[in-house]
Structure formats: structure tokens, C-alpha cells
């Protein structure tokens, strides 16, 4: 979230799309409920279900799954076809006057530089215009068009390219009514004023597509037409899933990045100067922040947290120990490789991947090919038991898989202490309660004892780089149970030898073995070590502040800056310069986040500016990224700098509908599809029904199957379909019904139900078949399918999360 | 502290007179149905609480889970999808005991102190002194007490009588994520719902109003309803609810025959809801009642 | 009961001594209307917060005993935070029932192994557990580990070994599992951020 929860309660409008707020977050919904009630907001649901929050919408509008970017590039080109946009703020705070490339060019649904066979994009065209280096300085600038004229700048572009998303266009690709459709737009149109916000809450229902990051990008494109970044009550919320998955994303458990979002080096940066400086970026416009260029600062320091002396300016900072990667490690490559019999040992930490990850019979054989899997988990997971029949539910040989299994009883979080990020960025301290049953542990001793085991062994019997190993820092006072409060105090950072002020190096800022007060006084010279530059801070010399208590709220925005504590520098409104204009002054007072007082940036949150940067010295907004401003146009995305509609890998229509005549525009053409996957995709003659899962208020993912409570209010697994389905299906309301893709089947029971609308896809009739995913063959819920049994092994190209949410398949009563 | 209910104003059965000098504040749980996204976090927070755990069913093809009120279900929610001008709407109505100024259970109840009205409205089963006849289930205009197959006693919600005793919310009160459930005194309540009502008139909703059915005298739980003029559309909320004609019929027989043989023939035949065979009235049971009617 | 009941009126700090209550006119065999008794009394109250979606809501902990020597902490209810500014106490279906996931009969309560090709599970000690594990890593680093790539550049890595992260663990657990990770060498992980 750019913003957080209790944000929500300023907005004048939530839109509600690709998620589902009030059955998956009931308690963050709240604040769409107060917005209601003391703001009179209103409450816009788009989804192709009447869902449990278009139950308490001012208006729903139905849409079919896999058709978003359909919808909201219609929505752009309402707001630019009405001029219905924040004038100052896209010319100022957006790269629209910016000149691109003359070279680039968008044809008949591809994007220049496409390589059909490796399935990528050279992205060379996709770059700005340059002004010649200066001969003294180097510096070079990218080429504005203030007036917004030229026809390559960003803005003609975007103009251009959603000219196409013409709302009859968009009623044909989405099933949207068209009155429906309009009757959006014109509700998002009301907040381009200065003084309206729009929010957007949005989850898994944008993000697991083959097209995931760009229906967000798409939306990021409306939210800054609109100037609604940085405002209260504004800004691109993502609403993420579990307790702590902001948190550990943040500490970046990722083959391709280290903690903090720092890219790992990967074979082609040889030596530690070329990693360095190639991603520590030049600023593109005079005088902006750049912030990433304090890359060396936050790498360094990452280097010494974790290798002590060990790292120094001699070796490098023991850059040659960090592996160097050679692909892609996500989810989905890891079982791709697993199953190609390439992964000999895993371990699953509080993850359940039979379950959770797409095609349960490809990872199933993924897991029998492992020489030894462990899981830790708090509860017996369906993944532990992959090798054990449980009649259909799991058809598997237990004699013929001969893959070791460990299971490992793990703390639950009463039993613990520690801190959890929330989607709104603010880590919070919580308290353990009890011991865990039985000889449950807690998995900071799990994995600290088993690395105790093995430094011990490599220590006895050496083995193959033993060094980072053997210098890995660990200064806990148990080796075997680091404590949460060491480990939370390593990641905000430390000075190690006294830091001194930039601005008068005599002055000592931060004594040595002191804790930090913040990223701003890392060094890239060894001064320093912080274990995550973003959670810089966190635990300064005045304790723990993520374990602050005191939700006093004197502004009545519901920032609480005293309540825990929030990344980065318990900021709680990301690009909040944005919220005022070039002057500094409030684009709504009523809704202050910060301002320029005459001689500082001050208000009501952290300003995300320096503080002392006048508004006359036009320092940008959008401080991360080196133009310093918002990317209406984004060449780091890999299908394109404009998002584009492309059909879900399985469709039910032959064609792209904006690119009839190119077969090689039908799905997104930068995808990553392995082999013998691609083969498995159904065709709609066979799966003639649009299939979207998604989860039930009443369970969490397949924990709560496990909870007696939650079994009792949704006991047994089922489907939902439409009515008009059901009757030519001949199902009635509580049938058995079979549902199949070309991966696999699953039985259930059958809804049938006035919200799930049939709707008109170019000319013809299309339903939806909704199915919940809570079940498995292990829990107190009786034994169901594992709806992933179903769903296609391919994923979004930027981020490759699966495209569970649209696909393929056909019903019938079993 | 006003909100305590050890006042008590009247007791099943007993003649003796209730304590009158103490002065409490009646409170109220108000449901805002145009809020409640019926995620069943008050059927949990509900069992949670009260230590009752109902049994895993199966799905019969709607959401409501467990499908009606049990002895170990005490509130559940009631899913109806209407189409309203046009325009789908999807009525979710918590259901649940209403707790009645004047209470068909207890009216209806032969067994000395097994219904309990408090000062501040509650209306609370001890289920030590019930005798399982069922009559409860009858007296009630909203069929809400269910009887246990287990102990042959009646349950139902308590408002967490014990949570109100102490100062603090009933536990789904205090649970509900979009503050659909809200609880307070019975003014505040009102005052709240006419505030809803107007947000809800503005976003087009002309019928909208406050369910508080005078035919039981008003309710401690009441409803803000988009459509107040049809309850039935939630899921067959009564219109117009009043005590059963059975148990005044009943008081007025009984008063003048008050036999056993009344009470295990004629009675029983009339209290048809029973579900398990009652435990029999006694003789002492029956003159109880009979002081009682005779006042 | 009349213990209950004296519990009742200590908390309500009604005054009333045990021996009141039959100045009240009420003798003990007859019905009594008195409310069940407040729980939490002197329960034991700690802070922490819903492991499920992330709002991250507060939640209050109590547990039995008041953390004296002898008196073992059980876990017997749970209910939302006021203080906490998300949430303001209230608490989902899932939130509001976390009692029976602590409680689940499906907890794992010691280290399991299942041999290869065997249809069951074997408890084992948490040394043989991690030792036999820590053995077939080490084997298998060592064994597949990639010190140069073809052209000759370091890359330190070990392919081979895979690790999926927990989400909801908490930040301490995942910083300290990417260290350890990284210094193995490991570049086959992820977490369900993805998923």
C-alpha cells in the first residue's frame, strides 16, 4: 500500500477491483464502512462476482475475469477523451512531457523489439530522448515538452495507444454493460479534481494473471491522471495476504534479490564495481533526488551486517561469497527445475506448496523427486502427506515415492515473539503468550540450529566454501536461539565505527556500536552495517520502536506516527510531496498530509522530500525514481511501457478482439511458458467456462481448514455457477458436481447463485464458474480437492506469480 | 455501573416481586444490515466466547452455515439475494435472540427462574433450572431458542450477559469488522440508526428504517433495514411479530384446571414444537404457575 | 456456583461479601438469577497480532495463571486489540476463532520422519531430525555446488536446494533465514509474496 488501513476513511471514492476487501481483509474494509458513513464516499465494486463487497457497493459493475486491463485502459481513454484529469499534476509530476524514442512504435498488438522465438523484448526503442552530454559534467537530460504537444512525448503516446479503448471496445472484451461501463468512469472522472481522491484496493484478483503487474500499472496510470498519488485518502493499495508477507518481502526472500529490494548480482557482474554501478542510476532530469543512488550505502552495509570484519574495503566486502545468479528462481521456476529432477533437497518454512502452488499434480511429482524434503510448519500440512494415498483426493503410490520427509513442529505466533509488517507498512512488535505444544519450536531456533549443525560439520570436515559459512556474523548470546530483539536491532542498523556528518565531517553523528537513527547515516565505506536499508531505524537508540504503543491521531487522518513504526522512516503516505503543489500548498487543506512552512517540509507525516528542498529548487515528488516523477510511460516492464489487453493463456475467444489478425498478440507475448505446459493449456471447444478461484471470509488459505471454528462455518468444499449455467447444465442448488480442466478434476458441491451473472463476450454468451480454495485432504473440514488441481502452470511475465484467477474449464453433474 | 445485570425484572415462574429501586440503563445491540458483509465473525466471536462449538455440517448449497440457529449456535447469518428495481442485492440479515421488552419465553416458561429478564433488557436462560419442555420455543415470536440433544435444555444468545455484567460489548458486538453490530445503551442505539438512516435515504434508499416491532414491546436487539416496509425479504424477518396466541390460551385454560394430566395431554399436544421429550412438569411446577397466573 | 458467584461480584466491584447474598433473599437451593461468570478475570492478558491477512489486526492473548512459577500459561481466549489503530478490537471470522487454530488436534507436536517408500511417519528427536537433515544438505552442497561458471566467472552458488519461506513468520525469522540461505550459497528460494 502506498498508503495504509485507516487511510481508507479519506477517500471521497473506493473503487474496489481485482480483490475483494470485504471477504479477504473484513477488518481493513472498515475504513472503506467509515468512509461511508462520515465522508458520504462511495463504494465502486468491479468484479466479474457480486462479491461481499459489491454486497455494501453504491454501484457494481460486472467484468470478466482476464479482461481488466480491457477496462481500465477504457477508463484512461475516457479521462483523457473528457479531459477529465489533474492538469498541473500530470505536467509536473508525471514523465507526459517527456520525449521518447521516435523509434518506438506499438503495431498489431506488439511492442517494437519483439523476439517471438526467446519470447522477450530488446527494449532499446522503448528509451527517452536524450540532450547531448554536457562536455564538462557528463551530465546528459532527458528532452521535456512542457506544452505536452509533441507526438512523441508520453502523454500524445498514452493518448494514442488507449484511443483504441473506446467503451463499446470494452463492453465487447469485458461483458461490461456499456452503461455500466460509463457509469464508472464518470464516478473515478469526479476525483480529478485537486481536492478529490479516489482509492484503489485491489489483491490477488489483479496480480494472478499472465498480465498481473500491468492491470496494476494500468490502474497507476488512472491514479496519477487523476492526482491521486500522495494525497490522503488516495494513493495504489495493494492488499496483501498474509500477517507478515509485506515484511518478508521486504526482507526479500527471493533467489533475485537481497534484503530491501536490492537486486542480486548475477553472472554478468563479474566483480563487485560492476554490480555497484550498475544499479546505482544517474538522475534524468537536474536536481532531482535520485534516491537509489545511495545503492553503495545500503549494499556496503548489508555486506558488514552480515560479514562483520570479514568484509572489508580489501576484499571487496566479501562480494565473491554472495551466490551470483544465472536465472530465474521464483516459485514456479523452482518446481520447473524440481521436476526436471534438478532439485535434490527443499525445505517448505510455513508454506504449502501441493496446495498453494498451480497444477497440484506437476508439483506432486516435483516433491517425489526430491531425495529429501523437510517441512516446518505449526500444522500438518497436506504438502507433508504428498506421498501418502488419500483415495482421490491424492491418488499417489507411497511405495514408489522415495523422497526422505521431515516434519517439524513450529511455534505459532502466540507462542512468539517478534515483529510483522502489515499492507500498510507499519511493523508491529507482538508478545509471546504460551509455549507451543508438545516440543514445538520456534523457527528462529530451527534454522539456527540447523546452522549451527552445519557450520559445525564444515568446521570438522571442510567441504566446498566453507568461508561465508564460517564468517557468517552472528553475535547472539544463544548461538543455537538468536532473539528476536538482536535479530530486529541487526536489521535497523548499527554504527560500527563512529559515522560523521556529510556537511561538517568533525562532527560525529552516531558513535561506534550505537544503533542508527535511520538509513540516512549509512556509509558505503565499512562505517556502518544495517541488515535491511528500508527498516533503517527501526530500532534506534531509543529502543524498539516498532514496539511503540500510543495511537494518539492529532491531525484526525489516522496516521498514528506514534504507533509502531512504519518503512521507510515511519513514513505512513508514500510520495506525499505529491499531496501539495509546486508551491508547496495543500491541494486539499482540509486533508493536510505535509507542506512547506517557508524554510522546511512539515505536517502530518514524514515528508518523502528533503526537507530542507524549497519548492523552487523543483525537487519532484517521486523521489525513487531518477526522472522524479511518476512514469505514465514505464520501459521496465517486460511486455511493454503501455499495458495492453492480451487474452489469459486460456481463453474462450480465438482472437484478441483489439488484434484479430495476429495470433502472436492473443496471450501476453512476453510470458514465460515452460514445456509441456503450454501443451496442457485447454481450449475453450473442450473448457468452454471461464474458471476464476479466490478465497472465502471464513477460511485462510488452508490453515483454518485445520480450526474447528472455521470448519463448522464453511464445512465442505463447493462451486459456484450462475443460474442460467445451472439450467443448461441441469444442476440444481446442492448437486455434486464435477469440474475439469485440462490439468486434472475436482468434486464439490454446487451453489447456484444470482451472483454470478452470465455476460455477453464479443457476441456471444459466456459464464463463470467460482471456485473457493480452502480444501485439501488434510483439516477438520471434511476432505475436499485441492482446487489447484485445476488451475494453469504459468505466470504473470514480470513477476511470475500464476494465473489462477482465469481459465479454462467445463462442469457437469458427477 | 449501569450496564450490570444483576438487576433483575422479572423471573419464569416465580411470584416472588422483583427488586424496583435500583435505576439501570436499558441497553441494545443495533444490527445495520446496509453495513454487514455477513462474514459470520459474530457466530464465531459467538462460540468463542461462550465456549460452545457446533458440529461440522456439510454445504447445501447456500452460504448459511450452520443452515439455522442450534443449542451450540446462538446467532447465524441468513443470506438473501433480491432483485430490487432491477438491481441485485445481496440481504444478509445476523439472526439471532431478540431479546424482547416483553419476552413469549418467558411468558411461556413453567420452570421458576429458567428465564430471566434483567433491568437492562437482557433476556438470559439459566439452563440449570430449565426443565427442557420447550415451551420457550413457542413463547418466542422469532423462533430462537433451540433445545440441546444433549442435555435436553434450552440455549440461547445470553447479549454475553457476562461481558455486559463487567462493562464491555457482547463479544460479537465487539468483534464485527465493519461495525455493523453496534451496542450501547438503548437511546444511543436509536440515535445511531436515525443517523443511518439518513446517510442510507441520501444513497437512494426511501423504505429504510429502524426495526424495533412494538408487538413485543420493542427489542434490545434491534435492525437499520434498507427495506423496512418488506422484512420479510431478510430472509423471512416477521413483519409484525406479537406473543402467540398459544400462550396466553394456554395461561387462560390452565388458571382454572391446573392438572398434571392437563399439562402432559392437552398441553402437550399443543406445544407441538417440542422436540425432545420434555422432562414432566411437576405437580409443585404447575401450582407455581397457576399463583402466578392468578395474580 | 458460590464461587462463581463471589467472582462475579468481585469483579463488578459490586461490595457484596459472599455472606450478602443471602441477605438478598435468595437461598442457595432455589434458582438464583445471577449472569455467568466474567472469564478473563484474572486471566493473564498479552499483546500480539493475527498471523493471517495483513491487516495485521491486534489481538489480546489470556492465558491462565498470572505467570507464577507453577501455574502453566494455556491459552483460553482470544479477542481483538482496542488499542491497536487498524483494528479498534474487532476481529474477523477467522481472527475471532484463532483460539481453535493454537488448539488445533492437527498441531505438530515433535519432529516426524517418513522413510523413503514407507506409508507412515516415525517420531525422532529433534538432534536426529536436524542432524540427518544437516547431513543431507551438506552432501549435496558439496557435491553440487558451482564454484566458477563456463566462462570462469565466481558464482558461488548451489543450485541444487531449494527453500520456500514463510509469510507469516515473523521479519526477524526471514531476515535470519536469508542470511543463512545466502551464505550457503542457496539461490532457489521464495516465499508466498508470489502466490
Partial sequence: MTNHWVDIKNADLVLIMGGNAAEAHPCGFKWVIEAKKDRKAKLVTVDPRFTRSAAVSDFYAPVRAGSDIAFLGGVVNYLLEKDKIHHDYVKNYTNAGFLINPDYKFEDGLFSGYNPEKRNYAKATWGYQMTEADKKTGESWVKVDPTLQDPNCAFQLLKKHYSRYTPDMVSKVTGTPKEAFLKVCEMIAETAAADKTMTILYALGWTQHSVGSQNIRTMAIIQTLLGNMGMAGGGINALRGHANVQGITDMCLFGANLPGYIASPTEADVDRKTYVEKRTPKALRPGQMNFAQNFPKWFTSLQKAWYGNAATDKNDFAYEWLPKIDGAYDTLAIFEKMHQGKINGFVCQGFNPLASVSNKKKVGDALAKLKYLVVIDPLATDTSEFWKNHGEFNEVDASKIATEVFRLPADCFAEDTGSFTNSGRVIQWHWKAADGPGESKGDIEIIATLFQKLKAMYAKDGGKLPDPIMNLTWAHRIPTKPSSAELLMEISGKALGDVFDPKDKTKVIAKAGEQLAGFAQLRDDGSTSCGNWIYGGCWSQAGNLTARRDNADPSGLGQTLLWGFAWPANRRIIYNRASCDLAGKPWDPKRTVIRWTGTAWAGNDIPDMRPDAAPDENVMPFIMTPEGVARLFAPGMAEGPFPEHYEPFETPLDKNPFHPGNPKALNNPAARVYKGDMEVFGKAKDFPYVCTTYRLVEHFHFWTKHAKINAVLQPEQFVEIGEELAREKGIANGDRVKVRSNRGFIKAVAVVTKRIPTLMIDGKKTHTVGIPIHWGFKGLTKPGFITNTLTPYVGDANSQTPEFKAFLVNIEKA | ?295 | MQVSRRQFFKICGAGLSGSSIALMGYSPTSALAEVRSYKLAHATETRNMCPYCSVSCGVLIYTTGDKSKNAKADIIHIEGDPDNPVNRGTLCPKGAGLLDMVKSPNRLKFPEVREPGSNEWKRISWDDALTRIAKHMKADRDANFIEKNAAGVTVNRWPTFGFLASSAANNETGYLSHKVLRSLGAVAFDTQARI
Avoid at chain 2, 125 to 131: G, K, M, S, V, Y
Avoid at chain 2, 155 to 167: E, F, N
Wanted: one cysteine or more; hydrophobic letters at 35%.
Fill in chain 2, 1 to 295: 455501573m449501569a450496564l450490570q445485570s444483576l438487576d433483575i425484572a422479572r423471573r419464569s415462574a416465580t411470584t416472588t416481586p422483583a427488586p424496583g429501586v435500583r435505576q439501570t440503563t436499558e441497553v441494545a445491540k443495533l444490527i445495520d444490515v446496509s453495513t454487514c458483509i455477513g462474514c459470520k465473525a459474530c457466530q464465531v466471536a459467538c462460540m468463542e466466547w461462550n465456549d460452545v462449538r457446533d458440529d461440522v455440517g456439510s454445504c447445501t448449497g447456500i452460504y448459511d452455515n450452520p443452515v439455522d440457529l442450534t443449542a451450540k449456535s446462538w446467532t447465524v447469518m441468513r443470506y438473501a439475494e433480491v432483485e430490487e428495481k432491477g438491481r441485485l442485492e445481496w440481504l444478509i440479515r445476523k439472526d439471532g435472540c431478540m431479546h424482547c421488552a416483553d419476552p413469549g419465553c418467558l411468558k411461556a416458561c413453567p420452570a421458576p427462574g429458567a428465564i430471566i429478564q434483567y433491568a437492562n433488557g437482557i433476556v438470559d436462560f439459566h439452563q440449570e433450572n430449565c426443565i427442557g419442555c420447550g415451551y420457550c420455543i413457542t413463547g418466542c415470536p422469532f423462533n430462537v431458542p433451540r433445545i440441546s440433544k444433549e442435555d435436553s435444555k434450552a440455549y440461547k444468545c445470553t447479549l454475553c450477559s457476562d461481558r455486559v455484567a463487567v462493562g464491555q460489548a457482547p463479544a460479537c458486538a465487539k468483534a464485527c469488522p465493519t461495525g455493523a453490530i453496534q451496542f450501547g445503551s438503548k437511546e444511543q442505539m436509536k440515535d445511531y440508526a436515525a443517523k443511518r438512516v439518513v446517510d442510507l435515504k441520501m444513497r437512494g434508499y426511501d423504505k429504510v428504517g429502524l426495526y424495533d416491532p412494538q408487538g413485543v414491546g420493542g427489542t434490545h436487539v434491534m435492525y437499520v433495514l434498507h427495506h423496512a416496509d418488506r422484512p420479510e425479504l431478510y430472509k423471512g424477518l416477521a413483519a409484525d411479530p406479537g406473543i402467540s396466541p398459544l400462550v396466553s390460551l394456554w395461561k387462560g385454560i390452565a388458571k382454572p384446571v391446573a392438572t398434571v394430566a392437563m399439562a402432559a395431554v392437552a398441553l402437550g399436544s399443543l406445544f407441538h414444537y417440542v422436540m425432545k421429550g420434555p422432562n414432566e412438569v411437576s405437580k409443585e411446577l404447575e401450582d407455581e404457575m397457576e399463583k402466578e397466573d392468578a395474580k
